[in-house]
């Protein structure tokens, strides 16, 4: 017997065996495009959590390669490779290194540097004044500047406001000499 005799026969039997056979394949066709497509979403998640991942990296580093100040070479190059510090961390790190260099530096100057030497009177009897009544204008704004360790600019606006009198004298003889031509 042949398939078309058989469904002649029995047709009833023929068509529960077609549509339990059309059951069947839908679902092992839908298990398997599942199954699939489960597998594809998961390659495609995990390649772009990798793209992420390396971008959020490179970009990481790039912040903390943006902040190299020199002579910090090294703490650079340990912050980019140690996968954890963000370049707001690695801006804190080097104020603070630099900070410590600057500190240092400051510490050997004063242990090393040269003293400063105490005013001698220009009257020839040695002894020193004290006072800043003998002291023009420019004596003390230099006395402010080594006393504060600022700016001439700084020193000399402190120097007017405590010293009005000296500062009209210094302009009013500036104020001559250029109308004298010297």
């Known amino acids: 017997m042949d398939l078309k005799e058989f469904k002649e026969r029995y047709p009833d039997i023929a068509q529960l065996i077609h549509d339990e056979g059309v059951t069947v394949g839908k679902a092992e066709g839908l298990a398997e495009g599942e199954a699939a497509g489960i597998e594809k979403g998961a390659a495609q998640a995990q390649d772009e959590a990798l793209k992420t991942g390396a971008q959020a990296e490179r970009a990481r580093i790039?912040?903390?390669?943006?902040?190299?100040?020199?002579g910090h070479e090294a703490l650079i190059e340990q912050m980019k490779f140690d996968g954890e510090t963000?370049?707001?961390?690695?801006?804190?790190?080097?104020?603070?290194?630099?900070?410590?260099?600057?500190?240092?530096?400051?510490?050997?100057?004063?242990?090393?540097?040269?003293?400063?030497?105490?005013?001698?009177?220009?009257?020839?009897?040695?002894?020193?004044?004290?006072?800043?009544?003998?002291?023009?204008?420019?004596?003390?704004?230099?006395d402010y500047m080594a006393e504060h360790g600022c700016s001439r600019a700084k020193a000399i606006s402190a120097t007017v406001k405590a010293y009005p009198e000296k500062h009209q004298a210094y302009v009013d003889g500036a104020n001559k000499n250029r109308k004298d031509g010297k």
Do not use: C, M, Y
């Open 62 to 70: 790039k912040g903390i390669q943006d902040l190299a100040i020199p």
């Open 86 to 142: 963000t370049p707001e961390q690695a801006a804190v790190k080097l104020v603070q290194a630099e900070n410590a260099v600057r500190q240092n530096a400051a510490d050997a100057l004063a242990a090393d540097g040269i003293k400063p030497v105490a005013h001698v009177a220009t009257d020839g009897s040695g002894a020193d004044e004290g006072g800043d009544d003998d002291k023009t204008f420019e004596q003390l704004v230099a």
